[in-house]
Nanobody
Framework: EVQLAESGGDLVQPGGSLRLTCVGS????????MSWVRQAPGKGLEWVST????????YYADSVKGRFTISRTDSENTVYLQLNRVKPEEEGMYYC???????WGQGTQVTVSK
C-alpha cells in the first residue's frame, strides 16, 4: 500500500522556523518527484514546492522562494520542507504529495502565532 506520512507541524512564532518531514512507503520513493502543498483555513490548496527524482532540481512558489527549502533523503524515503521566516498567513495544513501516483499524506498542522 502506498502511503505518505507527514510530521513536524507545530506552533511557531511569526518569523520562526520549522522543519516538516514526510516519509513514503509502498513505492520506489527515489523514482518520483515529491511535492509539498498547503491549505490555509477556509482557502484552497496551494502548491508550495517540488523536488524532482534525484534531488538536483527544486521548484518553489514565488511566495516562499528564499525562505523555504525542500530536500530529500531517498535512502530513508523521506522528503523535508524547511520553513524559515514563517508568516502568519502561512498557517494551515501542509501535505506531502506524489502527483504522479496521486497520493497524499494526512497532513501536518502549522500554526503561526505569538
Amino acid at each position: 500500500e502506498v502511503q505518505l506520512a507527514e510530521s513536524g507541524g507545530d506552533l511557531v512564532q511569526p518569523g520562526g522556523s520549522l522543519r516538516l518531514t514526510c516519509v513514503g512507503s509502498g513505492f520506489r520513493f527515489g523514482d518520483y518527484s515529491m511535492s509539498w502543498v498547503r491549505q490555509a483555513p477556509g482557502k484552497g490548496l496551494e502548491w508550495v514546492s517540488t523536488i524532482i527524482s534525484g534531488g538536483k532540481q527544486t521548484y518553489y512558489a514565488d511566495s516562499v522562494k528564499g525562505r523555504f527549502t525542500i530536500s530529500r533523503t531517498d535512502s530513508e524515503n523521506t522528503v523535508y520542507l524547511q520553513l524559515n521566516r514563517v508568516k502568519p498567513e502561512e498557517e494551515g495544513m501542509y501535505y506531502c504529495r506524489n502527483y504522479m501516483m496521486g497520493t497524499w499524506g494526512q497532513g501536518t498542522q502549522v500554526t503561526v502565532s505569538k
